[in-house]
């Protein structure tokens, strides 16, 4: 996920605090950890935190006026409750408060690092000026347990990308940022910039399948090899097919369509204009500028205004016109996101 989030822990329970904070840390997570919420405050005014996860009755200061404390100092700054029984009541009254999750102690680590990864990928910070959360999925769905499984399948595929190629997990952070923010732009509805944001870090999936020696190779490719190389995504498209999920579905038009060009010179089935999905067509704008603006065994990192003007140079050639003129209204933003995920 980039560069390590800091997860801010706070619970009275010193036992539990103290096994948190050494799970996450073995996780690869930098923590904090407080047992009130006067000094949780305090650690919250030196340095924003990612994350808060949050002890729901505390003494003194208990964990929904905590909570708004935090939010008074950084306002958006996603909260995760742990606690020990699922006290409807209080949990709705968190949730109307600002909460994003909640946990039942004694927290699995799977399960919570699961969660936190959910809530720091889909949640888009203040610049953004939206929020990724879903109106029509709440966590008073019954759909809520198998969601999070199929959120944690995703997480564990891109996972598998990051082992193969060692450039996967800062771009697909990134590159999902740029896709859903872009959809935001030309007005596609939430619910679907949601999917986008959880289903484009599949996009080279494929890639696992293709062999260290072309996918790292520091030199051009041969012809040989190139032919090997744009089998990825239909490697992508067959891990990803036939499946019951919304999200990997989509998953699969983008790992097959992201590297297909307005003028039908890309690639895998030289696709041509809007024959190419709409998602196909933002995540490739998505994907280029990323990969433009970050090294590679075989390239120099070009500047941002360089990756621009590529972009724009290619209106009507490799990206929908369109696109590439909203892509282009939204500068500010993208350089927000390169700044905040880079690395």
């Known amino acids: 996920m980039g560069n390590k989030k800091i997860i801010l822990i706070v619970d009275d329970d010193k036992t539990v605090l103290f096994f948190l904070d050494k799970a996450l840390k073995t996780i690869g997570y930098e923590t904090h950890i407080s047992l009130s919420g006067t000094d949780a405050l305090s650690i919250a005014r030196k340095q924003r ?204 038009i983008i790992a097959m369509s992201h590297h297909e060009k307005w003028d039908g010179s890309g690639y895998p089935r030289k696709l041509k204009g809007e024959d190419i999905p709409l998602v196909g067509r933002i995540t490739a704008i998505a994907d280029v500028f990323d990969a433009l603006t970050s090294m590679r065994p075989y390239k120099k990192a070009w500047s941002a205004e360089e990756a621009f003007n590529l972009i724009e140079k290619d209106r009507g050639k490799h990206f929908d016109p369109v696109l590439v003129e909203a892509f282009l209204n939204i500068k500010e933003k993208i350089l927000s996101v390169k700044e905040k995920f880079k690395g």
């Not at 003194?60 to 100092?73: A, P, R």
């Not at 959360?133 to 997480?155: G, K, M, R, Y």
């Open 49 to 252: 935190p990612d994350l808060v996860l949050l002890d729901v009755q505390m003494p003194e200061m208990d964990g929904i006026t905590t909570m708004e404390e935090l939010h008074k100092l950084h306002p958006g700054l996603p909260v995760i409750f742990q606690t020990g029984q699922e006290d409807v009541e209080t949990l709705e009254k968190a949730f109307r408060k600002g909460a994003v999750d909640f946990i039942i102690k004694p927290a699995k680590i799977l399960e919570l690092d699961t969660r936190i990864r959910k809530v720091i990928i889909s949640s888009c910070f203040d610049q953004s000026g939206f929020s990724c959360n879903v109106p029509e999925i709440t966590i008073w769905e019954q759909n809520q347990a198998l969601l999070d499984t199929q959120l944690e399948i995703i997480c564990r595929l891109t996972k598998v990308a990051e082992y193969k190629d060692i450039d996967t997990a800062n771009h697909i952070v990134r590159m999902a940022y740029y896709s859903v923010l872009l959809a935001r732009e030309i007005g596609i509805e939430q619910r679907i910039c949601w999917l986008i944001l959880n289903a484009s870090p599949m996009h080279d999936i494929g890639k696992v399948g293709i062999p260290d020696s072309i996918l790292l190779k520091p030199d051009k490719l041969t012809d040989d090899e190139w032919k090997v190389m744009v089998r990825h995504p239909f490697i992508g498209s067959k891990i990803l097919k036939c499946s019951k999920s919304e999200i990997i579905r989509m998953g699969e």
